[in-house]
């Protein structure tokens, strides 16, 4: 911040800092799995636990051999950060981003069409082109998990910096992953993946709605990064249901 700014917006950006503006809306980028990503003011900050939901992608795509680019989807996308760095680890694939915020939808955008990815606007699944449905070989999602009564208690960089949409999940926080698990099996290619981020507390739930909706689910955790991803594989007999 001291590089770019005079010394009079340099004190203009800490007295932002001050009053809870998060630094990377002043900074105008976060990092996030070893690069940079664009964010602007009212976008939601990729966190680090998300670098999980990457790996975890990142990891099945390179055990799929398929002779074409596998096509992956990001719900949710939010600045297109998971989509970044997917892209920068699996260039090969197909990758298409989806969100309703339209601040997010310019955000990301300018993050990945420079890498070659695809930005669509819209509410999940009905954002995305109609070519797609049953190709999607991975879909990860960050969608909203916190619980609509816990987000008066989060800190006031999310609370009041990052819109509503970003962070409410509803009275449980998992109404998203209940739609994202039935409106998947539709999406999905036979034998594709969908991985969900999660808090710990909440992983039971968002497995057993998974499983419900005909996924085979395992979780995966890193205490390192305090993050948590539900895994579900959907099986072949499910596919078209």
Not at 18 to 31: D, K, N, Q, S, T
Not at 41 to 65: H, K, Y
Not at 134 to 163: K, S
Not at 218 to 236: F, H, K, N, P, Q
């Amino acid at each position: 911040m001291a590089e770019t700014c005079s010394p009079t917006e340099l004190q203009r950006n800490v007295r932002r800092r001050m009053e809870g503006v998060p630094l990377e809306h002043i900074l105008g980028w976060a990092e996030f799995a070893g690069g940079r990503v664009l964010v602007e003011p009212g976008v939601f900050v990729p966190r680090r636990r998300t670098e999980l939901l990457v790996a975890e992608a990142v990891a099945l795509l390179r055990n799929d051999a398929l002779a074409a680019p596998p096509v992956v989807v990001d719900l949710c996308c939010g600045s297109g950060a998971v989509g970044v760095a997917v892209l920068r680890q699996a260039p090969r694939v197909d990758l298409h981003a989806a969100d309703i915020e339209p601040t997010a939808v310019r955000c990301a955008h300018a993050n990945l069409e420079p890498l070659g990815g695809h930005v669509h606007a819209g509410d999940l699944f009905e954002a995305l082109p109609p070519a797609l449905h049953g190709r999607v070989r991975v879909l990860t999602v960050n969608a909203p998990y916190v619980p609509t009564e816990a987000i008066r208690t989060m800190p006031p960089e999310a609370r009041l910096y990052e819109p509503a949409v970003s962070l409410d999940g509803g009275p449980d926080g998992l109404d998203f992953h209940r739609r994202i698990a039935v409106g998947g099996t539709q999406w999905l290619a036979s034998e594709g993946h969908l991985l969900i981020e999660t808090s710990e507390r909440q992983a039971a739930g968002t497995s057993e709605i998974l499983a419900a909706a005909g996924f085979a689910v395992r979780t995966v955790r890193s205490e390192e990064l305090d993050g948590t991803v539900v895994i579900g594989r959907l099986v072949a007999k499910n596919v078209g249901k």
